[in-house]
């Protein structure tokens, strides 16, 4: 990527962190402001729900950004397919990128979900509940790149709060992560705090694969 193409990437990833960052918390406040009282415990429940769900969603996603399409695919490549290719040559790059560079590109897929979807509150607790934890759910995706990028660490460089969040397994743990990156890279996908990892482990990711090429869509899964 050139010097140019780099500095415009940085600045549409600039804008859709900030977009994204201010689209959230107007859709959480509408939506918190239209609960009764009594249905703020059920409020809190839709947090670890969504915790679980955006790990098995950034599981999807890291598989569709492993199998399909190339870092010179328009828009896509250098935002989301490159990324992940350069992820597996050189695992220790994501530690040493910026924050913007980490987090930019959900944070743009995030906002543009936002946009089509433009959540409100609806009539009935199973419904406000299923948005609430929708909602959450892209906050945790958008925000998986970073404790992706933690996992990753050296360990001598973790604060504590880190360390001890990690062994709980409320964060991404290295160990648990590392299993993804040895040959042939297809087990862990779940990359925020590795919950859905035994649920995605159990998807038959080639045979899909193997469907999809069957329809025309070729994966390049090395
Ligand atoms: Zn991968
Ligand atoms: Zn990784």
């Known amino acids: 990527m050139g010097v140019l193409q780099r500095y415009a990437v940085r600045a549409l990833e600039g804008m859709g962190l900030l977009l994204f960052s201010a689209m959230v918390l107007d859709a959480l406040v509408q939506l918190h402001r239209a609960l009764p009282l009594w249905a703020w415990s059920f409020a809190l429940l839709a ?29 896509w490549g250098p935002l989301l397919v490159g990324p992940f290719r350069r992820h597996h040559r050189d695992p220790l790059e994501i530690t040493r990128i910026s924050l913007l560079e980490n987090l930019g590109a959900s944070a743009i897929a995030g906002a543009l979900v936002l946009a089509a979807w433009q959540p409100q509150p609806l009539e009935g607790a199973l419904a406000q509940f299923a948005t609430l934890c929708g909602v959450w759910t892209l906050v945790f995706a958008v925000v998986s790149n970073l404790f992706h990028r933690w996992a990753h660490m050296p360990s001598k460089r973790k604060p504590g709060w880190m360390l001890v969040l990690q062994t709980k397994k409320l964060l991404l743990d290295t160990p648990t992560h590392l299993r993804h990156h040895r040959k042939p890279y297809r087990v862990n996908y779940c990359i925020l705090n590795g919950w859905a990892n035994p649920v995605s482990n159990r998807v038959p990711w080639p045979r899909l694969e193997a469907a999809l090429a069957r329809l025309g869509i070729p994966t390049n899964f090395d």
């Open 47 to 75: 947090i670890p729900v969504a915790y679980f769900c955006a790990d098995l969603l950034t599981g999807v996603i890291h598989w569709v950004c492993d199998s399909f399409g190339s870092e010179r695919t328009p828009l």
